[in-house]
């Protein structure tokens, strides 16, 4: 009896969190739907069809006269002219910046995370041998001496603490910043070195 009332139990809660789940999905399909209509009603699709019509018919273009610009005094020096942009068919996100950008970007952000977690490991060591020191004198002097460096020690520890949480942080809203951007998922994931 008591088996049969556990199991029936355990068949209603599923069943419950089984409906609470496809009402949540119901409604993101709703939002979904919702969305798609929206997104219908703001693009147009420019068919060959289309493109045929406007090659067709040409584009008209005018031009306005008006009077002569005077020519400028040519400057003593010859001025540099300005560096051209290169043009380079490497792939861009929605604001213009290349593959390239991001790689470098998250690549720093991402040794500055380790450099700092390396640096909490190094401090951990030194903390553990700075107390192992301190148990082992017995003079009151050198324990005293042997504090102070505990004491340095912990506060460093507690301002990488810091500092690796707002790495981390930047790195996060670095990789928010490049999702949202429309960066492809290859330029942002993390290299895995091959053995």
Known sequence: MRRLTTILATLFLLSSAGFAYSQSLAELAKKEKARREQVKTQERVITNQD????????????TVQTEP???????????????????????????????SYWRQTLADARSKVKELENEANVLILKLNDLQNRFYRDSSGFNQQEIQREINKA????????????????????????????GALPGWIEEKSPRP
Do not use: C, H
């Open 69 to 99: 610009i005077p020519p400028k005094p040519a400057p003593e020096k010859p001025a540099a002219a300005p560096p051209e942009k290169q043009v380079s068919d490497e792939p861009v996100d929605f604001q213009g910046r290349p593959e």
């Open 51 to 62: 493109a045929a019509k406007f090659k067709a018919t040409g584009a008209m273009t005018t």
């Open 154 to 181: 912990t506060y460093e520890q507690d301002l990488n603490k810091e500092k690796l949480a707002t790495a981390k942080a930047q790195l996060e809203d670095l990789l928010k910043e490049a999702r949202k951007s």
